[in-house]
C-alpha cells in the first residue's frame, strides 16, 4: 500500500504523463505538485505546465491539457480539471483517503518514509564560549541545532553533534591568572558563580594592570606549549564552564551532552598540519606578516580581496584557521557527507570563506555539502537586543527559570494535578514555549521575545497545541476505547475529509522542514492540523457518534490526530503532557 508522499505520488504520476504525451523527462518534484489553498475546491495542484509550456512550444493550458488526458491517476484521484492559466486540479478519491488513513493506524511512522540514501551529518551547535554566560544567540543555535537533529535523525540519517565550544585562544592568558589570583589551584574546590563577572574582572585588570597583562601573555604561551601546570588551570576553568552550560541544556531538554564538545582546543592539534597542506596547494599568501587565504568572490566595498587568516604573523592561529581545521576533520577524519553549522547570521560571510577555501582545499567535493543555517537576533519589546531591565545581558538559566516559573502559574489552577505532575507540566509548557516562540519563526529573521504571547492558549504557540492535543486525548479517554488497527476509516462529512487531508501532508511538510533547515514550516503545519481537528470536532461528533462504525472511524481519526502532533512536537525538541 501507498505510505508516502502523496504529492510526490502525483507528481511521478504526471511526470509519466508528460513522457507519454510531450517526450519530455521531468522529475517527481519538477511536476510541483502543491496543495490547494482552502476553498479552492481541490486538494492539490499542478504548476508544471506554465514553465514547461516554453520548454516545449506549447501554451500552458494546452500542456495542462495533455495531462489531463495521459494521466494514469484513476485510483488515487478525481478525473483531473484544468484552470486558470494552466493549473491542473487534484480531488484525491474518497475511497482512496479511507485506505491511506486506515493503513496510517499501522504505521508508526505515520506515512514518512525512510531516506532512501542516508546521509552522515555532523552538525555544529550550541558552541558557547568558555568564561562567558551563553547569550540568546547561543539559546537559539541549541534550540534550531536541536529540532534539525532531530529531524534528520527521524528521517534516517546518522548525525554527529558537536559543540564547538570557544575554549582557546589569547583570552585564557588573562583568565587563568586571574584564576591564580583568586587562588585556585587544579583539583582543588572552587566554582564561579557568574561567569561574566569573572571575565569582566579579568578583563579589567588585563587594562588596567601592565604587570598582570604581562603574567597573562606569557601564560598563553605557557599554556600553547602545553604547560602542564597551565593545562591543569585551563581545564578546571574549561570544567566549570562546561557544568554551567550543561545546566542549561538540561532545562532546556536539548540533545547536546558532555560527548559533544569539540572544543576550539579539539583541533589543536590538527591546525599545524591543515595550515601546511593550504600552503602545499599554493592557496596562500603572505599579507603583513600573516598566513592568508584569499577565497575567490570576496571583497569590501573599495573591491579589495578579503582574506582568511591562516597562521597570524606572531605564528599563533585565530578563529578561521580553527574553522578551515574542523572542515577538513568531519570530512576527511569522520567522513562526514554534510557539514552543517548552526551560527548567527553575522558568521555568514566567515563561513562562506570557509566553504570556498575548503572548495580549493579539495576538503568540499561534489559528495559533500557544507552549509551555514544561520538566524537573526531576538529582540526585546522595544525592538533592541534582548537585555535585562537594568540593561545587561540576559542570563539563560534565569530566562528559562522565569519560562517555567510563569508556565507553573498558569497551571497551578488544575486542581486535579499533583505536585509533581504539575512541575512536569509547568516545564513542559514553560521551556515548549520558549523553543515554540523561537522555532515557529522563519529563523533567518529577527523575532520579539513577548511571554505574553508566546504562552497564549489561542494562536500558534506550542501550549495551544499541547492543549489541543491533551483535548483530543480526554475525547479518545472519555470513549472508553480506542480505534485498534485495521479500523475501518469511513469519510462522509466534508470536515472528516478535510482533517484526513491534513494528516496526509505531514511527509511532505516534514521533508520541507528537514531539507530546507525550517522547523517553522513543521510548527505552521502542525497548526493547522489541531485546526483542521477543531473544525472536525465541531462538526463529527465523537462521543455521540450516529453509529458504532461511524464512532470506531472517528476514533482512529483523533488517535491520528494526537500520533502526529505528538511526533511533530518531539521532533521540535517539546514534550506533550498527557494533562493541561
Ligand atoms: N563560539 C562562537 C561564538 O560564540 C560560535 C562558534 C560557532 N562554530 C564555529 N565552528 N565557528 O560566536
Known amino acids: 500500500m501507498f505510505t508516502g508522499d502523496v504529492g510526490l505520488e502525483l507528481g511521478g504520476r504526471v511526470a509519466a504523463a508528460l513522457r507519454t504525451a510531450l517526450d519530455v523527462e521531468i522529475t517527481a518534484e519538477q511536476a510541483l505538485i502543491r496543495p490547494s489553498a482552502a476553498g479552492r475546491g481541490a486538494d492539490y495542484q499542478c504548476n508544471a505546465a506554465m514553465s514547461l509550456a516554453k520548454r516545449v512550444g506549447r501554451a500552458p493550458r494546452e500542456v495542462a491539457e495533455l495531462i489531463v488526458t495521459h494521466l494514469d491517476a484513476a485510483d488515487l484521484v478525481e478525473p483531473p480539471e484544468v484552470a486558470g492559466p494552466g493549473f491542473v486540479n487534484f480531488t484525491l478519491r474518497r475511497e482512496w483517503l479511507q485506505q491511506w488513513a486506515t493503513g496510517l493506524l499501522a504505521d508508526p511512522r505515520l506515512g514518512v518514509r525512510s531516506a532512501p540514501r542516508p546521509r552522515r551529518y555532523a552538525i555544529d551547535y550550541g558552541s558557547p564560549n568558555v568564561a562567558k554566560e551563553m547569550h540568546v544567540g547561543h539559546l537559539r543555535s541549541s534550540i534550531i541545532g536541536d529540532a534539525i537533529v532531530r529531524m534528520l535523525e527521524f528521517a534516517g540519517h546518522e548525525v554527529i553533534r558537536h559543540n564547538h565550544l570557544g575554549d582557546w585562544g589569547t583570552p585564557f592568558g588573562m583568565l587563568i591568572e586571574h584564576l591564580v589570583d583568586e587562588g585556585w589551584a587544579a583539583g582543588g574546590e572552587h566554582s564561579i558563580s557568574d561567569l561574566n563577572s569573572f571575565y569582566q574582572a579579568a578583563r579589567k585588570k588585563f587594562d588596567a594592570d601592565q604587570d598582570f597583562a604581562e603574567r597573562a601573555r606569557r601564560r598563553v604561551v605557557a599554556l600553547q606549549s602545553g604547560d602542564e601546570a597551565t593545562l591543569g588551570l585551563w581545564r578546571e576553568l574549561v570544567g566549570e564552564s562546561e557544568r554551567h552550560f550543561a545546566q542549561v541544556y538540561q532545562l532546556l531538554g536539548v540533545k547536546l551532552t558532555a560527548e559533544d564538545y569539540y572544543g576550539e582546543s579539539f583541533y589543536n592539534p590538527f591546525l599545524a598540519d591543515t595550515i601546511a597542506e593550504l600552503e602545499a596547494k599554493g ?106 531591565r537594568a540593561g545587561s545581558t540576559i542570563k539563560l538559566v534565569d530566562l528559562l527559570r522565569e519560562a517555567v516559573d510563569r508556565a507553573a502559574a498558569v497551571v497551578a489552577e488544575r486542581t486535579e494535578l499533583d505536585e509533581r505532575q504539575r512541575a512536569e507540566v509547568a516545564r513542559a509548557v514553560g521551556i515548549g514555549a520558549v523553543k515554540y516562540a523561537d522555532l515557529s519563526n522563519d529563523r533567518v529573521k529577527d523575532y520579539v521575545f513577548a511571554w505574553d504571547r508566546m504562552l497564549a492558549m489561542e494562536g500558534n504557540t506550542s501550549v495551544y497545541l499541547q492543549y489541543a492535543n491533551t483535548r483530543v486525548l480526554s475525547i479518545i479517554g472519555r ?57 472536525f470536532y465541531e462538526n463529527c461528533p465523537i462521543l455521540k457518534a450516529p453509529d458504532d462504525r461511524t464512532q470506531l472511524s472517528r476514533l482512529a481519526l483523533a488517535q491520528l490526530t494526537s500520533r502526529v502532533l505528538t511526533l511533530g512536537l518531539a521532533l521540535l525538541g517539546i514534550d506533550t503532557p498527557e494533562q493541561l
Not at 576538503?363 to 538566524?375: K, N, S
Not at 494528516?503 to 505552521?524: D, G, N, R, Y
Open 283 to 388: 592557496l596562500t599568501e603572505l599579507s603583513d606578516g600573516a598566513v592568508c587565504v584569499f577565497p575567490p568572490g570576496f571583497s569590501n566595498r573599495e573591491g579589495d580581496r578579503l582574506p582568511l587568516i591562516a597562521r597570524k604573523s606572531d605564528g599563533g592561529y585565530g578563529y578561521a584557521s580553527t574553522d578551515l581545521a574542523t572542515v577538513r576533520y568531519w570530512t576527511r577524519d569522520r567522513q562526514a557527507t554534510d557539514l552543517l553549522y548552526v551560527v548567527g547570521s553575522p558568521q555568514a560571510q566567515h563561513f562562506q570563506m570557509v566553504f570556498k577555501a575548503s572548495e580549493q582545499a579539495g576538503w568540499l567535493d561534489q559528495a559533500h555539502r557544507a552549509v551555514h543555517i544561520g538566524f537573526g537576533s531576538v529582540l526585546g519589546s522595544d525592538g533592541q537586543m534582548l537585555r535585562t
Open 479 to 535: 470513549a472508553g476505547r480506542s480505534a485498534p488497527e485495521g479500523t475501518e476509516v469511513v469519510l462522509h462529512a466534508a470536515a472528516e475529509r478535510a482533517l484526513v487531508v491534513k494528516l496526509l501532508q505531514l511527509p511532505a511538510a516534514l521533508a520541507a522542514a528537514t531539507e530546507e533547515f525550517a522547523p517553522h514550516k513543521l510548527c505552521t503545519y502542525l497548526y493547522e492540523t489541531a485546526a483542521a481537528f477543531s473544525a
